[in-house]
């Protein structure tokens, strides 16, 4: 298959008419979730790797694995050498580097105490290399965006539904408590919510995945090692956000054991008043946006 064919290359039919064997490996591979994914192998030449297209597929989420691969030690995928990836103004494909586990989704509930612990430990240890990563002087006035600059599509801050996002870049912590405010009450949400917002708190601006789940964890059994996926969300967010997202309000019993685990093992700062009084704010304003 040629380095250079057009988008349409990408598609789980074109891979395997030239000969490539797929499997799925995202359970949601259907048209309105916006996004494919499937691992890719072929005999000869031997390859294999990771195939990512759709709508929600974005030049960001390379940028992002580039920088952790960069400054981190932090186990992640990198653009595969055998494809170029293509972008139009809708849609996005490229190909990555395969690696190897199962989701910590799929394996959580197999694991002793002392692994789920160790696990955690060690997501934690990955978050603070990560929130280390520099922001490129191309992004000087970007409060939150993501890793090659655009706007996130974060629902706290953007309609989900329509993928709508802001026109431009949020450029301090006041824009951010404001754009979230004014999509709660976009949503029918009152005025309470503006107070609880942490308005006095010092906050900088980190690198952050945004979307940390068992479910974008990958556990290598032989080696107790894990590996981040999904990093299509991943930039410059608020100091508090990935910790939002991880205790995010949940059913799914998984998680929630996971939630409980990354409590237990998590640094003092996250443990502290505030950060429950920012949490408790957030799921405020994700109780009317989402409807939970």
């Given at each position: 298959?040629?380095?250079?064919?057009?988008?349409?290359?990408?598609?789980?039919?074109?891979?395997?008419?030239?000969?490539?064997?797929?499997?799925?490996?995202?359970?949601?591979?259907?048209?309105?979730?916006?996004?494919?994914?499937?691992?890719?192998?072929?005999?000869?030449?031997?390859?294999?790797?990771?195939?990512?297209?759709?709508?929600?597929?974005?030049?960001?989420?390379?940028?992002?694995?580039?920088?952790?691969?960069?400054y981190?030690?932090?186990?992640?995928?990198?653009?595969?050498?055998?494809?170029?990836?293509?972008?139009?103004?809708?849609?996005?494909?490229?190909?990555?580097t395969?690696?190897?586990?199962?989701?910590?989704?799929?394996?959580?509930?197999?694991?002793?105490?002392?692994?789920?612990?160790?696990?955690?430990?060690?997501?934690w240890?990955?978050?603070?290399?990560?929130?280390?990563?520099?922001?490129?002087?191309?992004?000087?006035?970007?409060?939150?965006?993501?890793?090659?600059?655009?706007?996130?599509?974060?629902?706290l801050?953007?309609?989900?539904?329509?993928?709508?996002?802001f026109?431009?870049?949020?450029?301090?912590?006041?824009?951010?408590?404001?754009?979230?405010?004014?999509?709660?009450?976009?949503?029918?949400?009152?005025?309470?919510?503006?107070?609880?917002?942490?308005?006095?708190?010092?906050?900088?601006?980190?690198?952050?995945?945004?979307?940390?789940?068992?479910?974008?964890?990958?556990?290598?059994?032989?080696?107790?090692?894990?590996?981040?996926?999904?990093?299509?969300?991943?930039?410059?967010y608020?100091?508090?956000?990935?910790?939002?997202?991880?205790f995010?309000?949940?059913?799914?019993?998984?998680?929630?054991?996971?939630?409980?685990?990354?409590?237990a093992?998590?640094?003092?700062?996250?443990?502290?008043?505030?950060?429950?009084?920012?949490?408790?704010?957030?799921?405020?304003a994700?109780?009317?946006?989402?409807?939970?």
């Amino acid at each position: 298959m040629s380095r250079h064919e057009p988008l349409r290359m990408y598609s789980k039919k074109l891979f395997e008419e030239d000969g490539f064997t797929l499997t799925d490996l995202y359970k949601h591979n259907l048209p309105r979730c916006g996004m494919h994914i499937y691992h890719y192998s072929f005999d000869d030449p031997p390859m294999q790797g990771v195939l990512k297209y759709g709508g929600r597929v974005r030049p960001d989420e390379l940028r992002a694995m580039e920088l952790v691969k960069q400054y981190t030690s932090v186990p992640v995928s990198q653009q595969a050498a055998d494809f170029d990836p293509e972008f139009t103004v809708s849609e996005g494909a490229f190909c990555m580097t395969y690696i190897p586990g199962k989701s910590l989704e799929s394996c959580w509930s197999t694991l002793t105490s002392d692994v789920k612990q160790q696990v955690c430990l060690q997501i934690w240890d990955y978050i603070q290399q990560w929130q280390k990563i520099p922001k490129p002087d191309s992004l000087p006035d970007h409060f939150l965006c993501l890793a090659a600059g655009s706007n996130s599509p974060d629902i706290l801050l953007a309609d989900s539904s329509s993928h709508a996002r802001f026109d431009s870049p949020l450029r301090s912590h006041g824009e951010i408590l404001t754009r979230i405010f004014a999509r709660y009450c976009e949503n029918n949400g009152g005025k309470d919510l503006w107070p609880l917002l942490p308005h006095t708190r010092k906050t900088i601006s980190l690198f952050t995945h945004a979307d940390l789940a068992p479910r974008n964890i990958l556990f290598n059994e032989k080696s107790n090692q894990i590996g981040i996926i999904d990093w299509e969300n991943a930039g410059w967010y608020p100091d508090y956000w990935e910790f939002i997202k991880i205790f995010k309000p949940t059913s799914d019993p998984v998680e929630c054991d996971w939630q409980r685990y990354m409590e237990a093992t998590a640094p003092s700062t996250w443990k502290s008043p505030e950060a429950k009084e920012i949490l408790a704010a957030i799921n405020v304003a994700r109780g009317v946006l989402i409807g939970g």
